[in-house]
């Protein structure tokens, strides 16, 4: 960043500064002088200026991204004439300070989307029989919604299948840890944590209840998610623990059910669904997913799986919960999302107009843009009598 001081005089420590707070941190994405991280600014008489970093842990994956980012920054200066860096690392009491300013002088781990002045959507996608593309339309909506400027998280707490990772792109990536506190990896502008960073190589996850109720924990507590606008949650197909313990730890998560037209799998969906009325959580709507294949000859369409499991599982809830249950949409059977999803690149970014990407960015506008209501929500006020 340029100043208006002239290029030959010396630049200023306070330059310096001015250009470091330009300098985000890449997995917290907050200016790494409000981080803690500029250890020194040394500014020679020539306009040489050295730079002291401290890095959150050792072996930072992000190093030379830090170091070049920096290096841009300072050369910006006028009077700059040359830039070195030199990185170090956070003593441990460095890191817990970093870890409780970033839980706003926290110290104790609480699950920030269950706060009463959270302003986070917090949606929980359910399915009952397993392949019914669950994941696929979890992975899909936050890309899409992170595409429209949405703030969007994913948490992919399917321990049977983590397949989000690699439908986003982000299979070889691992979290960074400072402290207790993770960060999570993001790719095409969707913060993700998966299960399945945490398990090693392919090895199934055999945990029971309560180490799966920890495991969810942390990944709301301890994961620094930054202010989210969406948390997207892929559970397990079923009705299993986790279902329970999401509304445990995050009340008032909602509940997105994905199902395919079959009757067999809407029976099974609706049951999955019905879940809520014991939770006590609000059921958000329905998707229909494999709704169709297009002939490839005529574009008529094909009924694979049969149709109106979506409507009838939709019904049903609504009957069951006693409110408006909406069908959201319906996402036909497209061999670009299957493909996207083995790739690493969801179809509503690479082919949004196709009728599978169209589809769910439509319902990704409503879930996203949704007005984050303060209906039902505690401001914390003491009403007045004075009226
Ligand atoms: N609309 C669709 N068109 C084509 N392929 C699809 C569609 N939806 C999902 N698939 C494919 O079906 C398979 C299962 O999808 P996905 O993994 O998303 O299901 P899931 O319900 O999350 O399964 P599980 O519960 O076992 O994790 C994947 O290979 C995915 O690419």
Known sequence: MATDAPSDATPTEDAVRAAL????????????????????IGIAPDGAVAVGIYLTVSGCPLRETITNNVTEAVQGVAGVT??????DVMSDEQRRELRDSLRGGKAEREVPFAQPGSLTRVYCVASGKGGVGKS?????????????????GVVDADIYGHSVPRMLGTADARPTQVEDMIMPPSANGV???SIGMFTPGNAPVVWRGPMLHRALQQFLADVFWGDLDVLLLDLPPGTGDIAISVAQLVPNAEILVVTTPQQAAAEVAERAGSIAVQTHQKIVGVIENMAGLPCPHCDEMVDVFGTGGGERVAEGLTKTTGTNVP???????????????????????????????ASIRSMAGKLGGRERGLAGMSLGLTPSNKF
């Open 82 to 87: 040359g830039v070195s860096v030199e990185l």
């Open 327 to 357: 069908m959201l949409g319906s996402i036909p059977i497209d061999v670009r999302l299957r493909e996207g999803g083995d790739d690493g690149r969801p179809v509503v970014l690479t082919d949004p107009d196709s009728p599978a990407g």
């Open 21 to 40: 707070a330009t300098v985000n941190d890449p997995e917290i994405h907050r200016p790494i002088t409000d981080l803690g991280m500029v250890k020194s």
């Open 136 to 152: 696929s339309v979890t992975v899909n909506l936050a890309a899409a919604m992170a595409a429209d400027g949405i703030k969007v």
């Open 191 to 193: 913060k993700v944590i």
